[in-house]
């Protein structure tokens, strides 16, 4: 099952951090762990991926657990333009399954 | 770099009748994607071209819906005849070699079948 597990909704303020948590409790050792994002009338666009260390890139930050069952992105400063829809994808190497997302809400 | 171009954007059909939808994948990418999202779902893919060859097509309704990838460039997704729960946004994306590179995803068809 390469199903993720991730709450439906968040709120944030604006130019706060926003940590956004995904559980993957049946993931296997290669499987990496992708985040996109969808904003309104968009399709997805990528965030960040990885497999076991935590990763920064200019857009967040990805926070693996030790186990590797569980993982967290960190939005720094969240803005208005981050509102959006998240996904957070468990690649088996086949493909990328999307499941419901965790939909952002970023008030002023 | 100019994106993944999708058309036509917006796409209205009464049940029964056939549609295409057309994508051009960024130059080079080898791999092309064909998403359908239903409102309030994640996109769930549909089928997989590497170059011009199907990669997974398990999740394709293939007793209505066709696509085909000429030549390893463009690619057209049809639909032959329309279902009312075909109403949907249908995504297209590449990547530059298999699914677990980066995926760029064109802006999607709108298609509502009444």
């Known amino acids: 099952d390469a199903k993720t597990t991730q709450p439906n909704s968040m709120e944030s303020n604006e130019e706060e951090p926003v940590h956004l948590p995904c559980n993957h409790s049946?993931?296997?050792?290669?499987?990496?762990i992708h985040w996109y994002r969808q904003l309104p009338s968009q399709g997805p666009e990528y965030v960040i991926h990885g497999l076991t260390s935590n990763v920064n890139n200019r857009m967040a930050s990805l926070a693996i657990a030790e186990d590797r069952k569980s993982s967290t992105l960190i939005l720094h400063r969240a803005t208005l333009r981050d509102a959006a829809v998240y996904y957070c994808?468990?690649?088996?190497?086949?493909?990328?399954?999307f499941g419901g997302g965790t939909r952002l809400m970023v008030k002023p | 770099e100019a994106g993944v171009a999708q058309s036509p954007r917006y796409k209205i059909i009464e049940k029964r009748q056939s549609v295409a939808f057309w994508c051009n994948p960024i130059?080079?990418?080898?791999?092309l994607y064909w998403y359908q999202q239903i409102l309030g779902q994640g996109p769930k893919l549909l089928i997989q071209?590497?170059?011009?060859?199907?990669?997974?097509d398990s999740q394709l309704p293939k007793d209505r819906f066709s696509a085909e990838r000429l030549k390893g460039v463009d690619s057209t997704l049809k639909i032959q005849p329309a279902k009312l729960e075909d109403s949907a946004v249908y995504l297209c994306?590449?990547?530059?070699?298999?699914?677990?590179?980066?995926?760029?995803f064109g802006p999607g068809t709108r298609l509502t079948v009444l």
């Open positions: 049946t993931i296997s050792g290669t499987d990496y």
């Open positions: 071209f590497q170059n011009n060859g199907v990669v997974d």
């Open positions: 994306a590449s990547s530059a070699w298999g699914s677990t590179d980066t995926q760029y």
């Open positions: 994808i468990r690649d088996a190497g086949n493909m990328l399954t």
């Open positions: 130059s080079g990418h080898a791999t």
